[in-house]
């Protein structure tokens, strides 16, 4: 049942519904999950987009992520996965840039632009600073950030821009993905506000649901010379999900990296 009485219940099921048509980075990650030894760690794991399909494919998976509603979506799709793969999922409520486990993983995941979400450089540092740490010596840490051009920057200027318009399954309401952003080239920073208008398909009152973040861009020198320093070594560098090469028009940007 959806939950409407807590705003950040709601984000969390819109979450799902921004992301839910397309994994095209899924395949990606099962398949460095089939290659390495040891556990999974995701960073910033959301709804368990990533976490619950390498679960059910029979890894042993921790899913990381601030945002408690995020994870209680998480546990409530593995709890209704098929979990004959024989792997585990579990969840913990905690802030990626000082996370201590006391424990090393095979295989660790910030995937899709999360390091633009941290915050300032040095939170951008630490989050790297925990995949170090929390790598066993033969492990990979993969790190995904988008490099937007000057064109996708041309939106940033504060009108708002209607991406989508869906209808919630788990309500029936439609619902209206709507952001507006605004930039600040000298620091490579932008504000982003989301809104979320939802209101019954036959007509009838809009509800708004908002969250606003602030993102720090980096460029492909910053990202290397941040896992530089985060005792991290480039083992492969590409610019797309199915590991095709990095290139100076590539729009993302996957490192693969192992320990120093």
Known sequence: MADDTDPGARLARYYDLDLSPDQPDLDLYLALANSVEGAVLELAAGTGRLSVPLAAAGHEVVAVDLDEHMLARAEAAWQAADRA?????????ADITALELDRRFGLMILALNT???????DRQLAALRAMSRHLLPN????VDVWLPTPDDLALYDGRLVLDWLRTDAEDGALVAKLWSASLQPALARAEVDTFFDSWPAGGGQ???????????FVSAADLEAMIGLAGLRVVHRAGDYSMGPFGPSSERMLLVCGLL
């Open 85 to 93: 793969g024989g792997g585990s999922l579990t969840t913990i409520a």
């Open 206 to 216: 809009l509800r708004r649901t908002a969250r606003h973040d602030e993102l720090r």
């Open 115 to 121: 390091l633009l979400l941290v915050g300032d450089r």
């Open 139 to 142: 492990g990979r840490a993969v």
